[in-house]
Structure formats: structure tokens, C-alpha cells
């Protein structure tokens, strides 16, 4: 993964198959391998399965909402490990997303568990998280 692009890496790993997918769908892959030191909070396949079918047909019929829910898990900065205890980011889509937590245990929004983090791709840092995170309205 190191030697690709975020959303060239994101597609060669299975738990990542369903954020590639939407990224494809919102056309949001080739903006994400053209960025550069951004940190992408990579929903796995088990975020969007958590979500209803009914739930997942409704976001992924909605470009526009899809895109905003897409870019508020990338944030314009590259988010290390020890940012994480207590950190607040901007994210592409434009409101704040928080990080907390200490040792091996880390949260997004309270809400997503960072399940593997600090994955280097050529542009990118890549924390897999288990929820898929909802920005403000």
C-alpha cells in the first residue's frame, strides 16, 4: 500500500471493498490519489453492512449525499498517532471531526472504534475505523 495512491491502495484491500465501490460511484477516487498528505478514516466493509440495505440503497442513490458523507472521513492533514488522544480536524466536506482515546484504543466521533491505523499509502495516512461516520447538518 505504501507505494499507491489512497484510493489505488483502498481498492487492493478487501475489508475495503464497499468504500472503494462508493468512492468509484461518487467520483471521489481520482480527487483522493491526486491529494496529498490527507488521512483518510476508511470505513471497512463492516461499517456499511452495519448500516440497514435500505439505508445503504438510500446513500448510494444520492450522489450528493454520498460525496458529503465520503469527504467528511478525509481530513486535508496528516493525522499521526499521537494527534489521535485528543484531536479535532477539519475534513474535506467542512465541519470537525473529533479523535479520542489512549494506549491501542482509539474513537472517531465517540461513535467509530479505529480497528488498524497508521497505514502509509504514496499520499496518504489510512485509519480503518467500524462505523460509518455522519457529518452535521
Known amino acids: 500500500m505504501a507505494e499507491q495512491k489512497v484510493a489505488d491502495a483502498a481498492a487492493g484491500s478487501r475489508q475495503l471493498a464497499q468504500l472503494t465501490a462508493a468512492l468509484k460511484q461518487a467520483r471521489l477516487d481520482d480527487t483522493l490519489n491526486r491529494s496529498d498528505n490527507i488521512t483518510l478514516f476508511a470505513p471497512t466493509n463492516h461499517a456499511f453492512n452495519s448500516l440497514s440495505q435500505a ?3 438510500v446513500l448510494l ?21 499521537s494527534e489521535l488522544p485528543n484531536g479535532s480536524f477539519k475534513t474535506l466536506e467542512g465541519s470537525q471531526l473529533t479523535t479520542s482515546g489512549s494506549g491501542t484504543s482509539f474513537k472517531v466521533n465517540n461513535t467509530a472504534d479505529i480497528v488498524c491505523g497508521n497505514i502509509t499509502t504514496a499520499n496518504a495516512t489510512v485509519y480503518l475505523i467500524d462505523a460509518l461516520l455522519t457529518p452535521p447538518d
Open 55 to 57: 439505508e445503504r440503497d
Open 61 to 81: 442513490n444520492d450522489p450528493e449525499r454520498l460525496k458529503k458523507v465520503l469527504t467528511y472521513h478525509v481530513v486535508d492533514a496528516d493525522v499521526t498517532p
